[in-house]
């Protein structure tokens, strides 16, 4: 089978999860016999590769990526876009054939649909976040239903605006304002045409469930794919603890720094890893010094995945605090694939990744709660490493093996 995997940033940008998801995916499904050619702009890559067996076609984009950092959602969003990723995902398919057509991304709607229509193929979409739902997305933190748009401008815009902006002036409170309306016109324009795709393919179960309430009727839930090597695991890993994610509200850092004064005043010798960069950096150093655990802290920033998988094996456990639902909650199953153990907060897909006393403990959004497992986790670390490397086949069958075996069932049964 040939099929075509869209994506809006992939090799040599590997900016997070979701290209890492889909990097994983292709190459099981190269393994299994498929062929799988790429297509993504090219922020100034060179227009055609082949990456281990991967064939990736790059179209024109005159926005190009420096210091690996993404551009902004708004030069994915405009008409410049649009105009853009059709005609080239029009002209590619054309050229390849490919007899799938999937989408992991949702900027790709649009072009998705048209080529569906003009060249008959079946066309699918992997979501990741809440963005065709909301695009804030906080009123989805503590209900499934999407708020309406007066809700919109008299709540969620002015949590970002407090949460999101760095010192905030009258120009930049402004110029986001217009942005929360360009993003509630994009939510609707995407979202109706990633309705008329073949299937939506949501992450967990918990993101499925927001989805269906909120209008989304060709829904199927598949996890995301990852590897796993028992070549990483560490009987006697160091005595750190890890928080890798954004440094944003909705990933719970400040929760963490709420709970570690109980856990640090226990464990003194015990050092704590910040991998990440976001909005919240200067003030988590400020609490780290108010709370008089800095010299314990050290802050990382954005470093390569390799290196974080090394990160993950090294550490006696990691914390995942978020706040808003994980679509998925990649950082936790990339730590127990690495065979180390995680508290992570019950919110979205958390809970189906980590099975609750034998991968680690799914704990509350309070700082009291997490202190709590955390020291458990540190308590119990030996025999939590232990169950996890006994029901190491199982986990690999569930985010490695039946995943795959589920999406090429979902190509055959539309081709």
């Not at 050229?95 to 699918?124: C, M, N, R, T």
């Not at 809700?151 to 905030?168: A, G, I, S, T």
């Not at 994980?326 to 897909?349: D, H, I, M, Q, W």
């Amino acid at each position: 089978m040939k099929i075509a995997m869209v994506t809006e940033y992939f090799m040599p940008h590997d900016l997070g999860g979701s290209e890492w998801s889909t990097y994983y995916l292709i190459r099981e499904l190269i393994k299994k016999g498929h062929q799988v050619i790429v297509i993504t702009p090219n922020y100034g890559a060179q227009p055609r590769e082949v990456f281990e067996k991967i064939k990736i076609v790059r179209f024109p984009f005159f926005k190009k990526i420096k210091n690996n950092k993404p551009v902004s959602p708004y030069w994915h969003t405009g008409l410049p876009w649009l105009i853009i990723s059709t005609f080239y995902l029009i002209k590619i398919c054309r050229k390849e054939s490919p007899e799938i057509i999937h989408l992991q991304g949702k900027y790709f709607s649009l072009a998705g649909f048209i080529v569906k229509i003009l060249l008959k193929i079946s066309v699918i979409l992997t979501v990741r976040d809440y963005q065709l739902i909301c695009g804030y997305g906080f009123c989805v933190w503590q209900k499934t239903n999407a708020c309406g748009i007066f809700e919109y401008f008299r709540r969620d815009y002015p949590f970002y605006v407090k949460n999101y902006l760095k010192n905030p002036s009258y120009g930049s409170i402004i110029l986001n304002f217009l942005f929360a309306i360009n993003s509630r016109l994009t939510k609707y324009f995407y979202a109706f045409f990633a309705k008329k795709l073949d299937l939506l393919i949501c992450i967990s179960k918990a993101q499925s469930e927001i989805y269906i309430k909120n209008g989304f009727k060709k829904v199927n839930i598949v996890y995301n794919p990852m590897q796993f090597s028992k070549a990483q695991f560490i009987s006697k890993p160091k005595r750190q603890i890890l928080f890798a994610g954004r440094l944003t509200p909705g990933k719970g850092p400040i929760l963490l720094f709420e709970s570690l004064p109980r856990v640090l005043s226990k464990f003194k010798e015990l050092k704590v890893l910040i991998v990440g960069e976001g909005i919240l950096k200067d003030k988590l150093k400020k609490n780290a010094n108010k709370f008089g655990f800095r010299r314990k802290m050290k802050f990382l920033g954005q470093i390569e995945h390799n290196k974080l998988l090394n990160i993950y094996s090294d550490s006696l456990l990691t914390v995942v605090p978020s706040l808003w639902p994980e679509p998925f909650g990649r950082v936790a199953l990339e730590a127990v694939s690495c065979g180390t153990p995680v508290v992570a907060t019950n919110r979205g897909g958390l809970k189906e990744i980590i099975d609750d006393s034998i991968t680690g403990y799914i704990t509350q959004t309070d700082a009291k709660a997490l202190s709590k497992d955390i020291i458990r986790a540190v308590n119990n670390n030996s025999i939590l490493r232990k169950n996890i490397r006994n029901n190491f086949p199982a986990i690999k069958k569930k985010f490695q093996e039946e995943n795959i075996k589920q999406y090429i069932k979902i190509y055959e049964s539309l081709k």
